[in-house]
């Protein structure tokens, strides 16, 4: 099932290279902006809640591009906030026939509920994929998201999926509170889950000029003026969970997204 969803996803980015798709093929879709985490980095938690989308809302949005929907990140704040997170993924595998990717991104808060959440959702035709954000090995991790046991639970959540069958991985987001710690968070994985490996490594190179195009962002709330986060949420196709978060501090600087498993 897999290979076959992979295979789908590169023929959907192809053909949408060659001619412009009536419908979007991806979507990012913030479902709330709740988060109990109180990230450095992130201006999420500073926000009120406002109104969300119930999943009768969202059951409609995701019907209204169904059939040509192949790939879908459901995100926030964090998505186990809502208690219904899991019925609102499980509305969109039922409005998109053509789903070849379900991903969503957890803080790991809450294991239990992730858990909960990914028991729900297994079995669904498309390839299902969580990843498990990290900032650094414990002391860092919990200092920079204002939650002390943070790590521990992030490593939690990660071993609950992984007991599943669940394709999970930890994503890094890079800024300068992070960026010279990638090795001792990937030595900390190790220490925590014996076995455990880095699977990628990938290089990219932000632009270097004020102003010079980088690639587009699918965070679809950050129109309104300091409406999400501080940073712009960049994805790039042709990665499940790689993503990076662009600072200005590090729009001229190398960044380096790892991910492992
Ligand atoms: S980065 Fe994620 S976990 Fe941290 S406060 Fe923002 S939404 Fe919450």
Redesign the pocket.
């Known amino acids: 099932m897999s290979l076959v969803n992979d295979a789908r996803l590169v023929a959907r980015g192809l053909r949408s290279a060659v001619s412009a798709p009536a419908l979007p093929w991806k979507l990012t879709c913030a479902v709330t902006w709740r988060?109990a985490?109180?990230?450095t980095?992130?201006r999420?938690?500073r926000r009120p809640a406002g109104d969300e989308l119930t999943v009768a809302q969202w059951a409609r949005v995701f019907a209204s591009v169904g059939p040509a929907l192949s790939w879908l990140d459901l995100t926030?704040?964090?998505v186990t906030s809502r208690a219904d997170f899991g019925a609102l993924a499980r509305a969109a595998l039922d409005a998109c026939p053509s789903l070849a990717l379900l991903h969503f991104p957890t803080?790991g808060e809450n294991p239990g509920a992730v858990e909960a959440v990914a028991r729900e959702l297994q079995g669904g035709h498309a390839r299902f994929v969580v990843s498990i954000?990290l900032d650094g090995p414990p002391q860092l991790h919990d200092r920079l998201?204002g939650d002390p046991g943070a790590f521990d639970r992030a490593v939690d959540t990660w071993r609950r999926l992984r007991s599943l069958g669940v394709e999970s991985y930890f994503g890094m987001t890079l800024s300068d509170y992070t960026v010279a710690h990638v090795d001792a968070t990937r030595a900390a994985l190790a220490d925590a889950v014996p076995g455990f490996r880095r699977t990628t490594s990938r290089t990219r190179r932000w632009p270097t000029a004020p102003g010079a195009p980088h690639p587009p962002t699918s965070w679809p709330s950050s129109s309104g003026a300091g409406a999400s986060?501080a940073t712009p949420r960049t994805s790039w196709s042709g990665s499940t969970s790689a993503t990076c978060r662009r600072t200005s501090a590090l729009a001229a600087r190398r960044c380096r997204a790892g991910r492992w498993r």
């Open positions: 988060c985490q109180r990230c980095h992130c999420i938690w926030g704040g964090e803080n954000s998201r986060r």
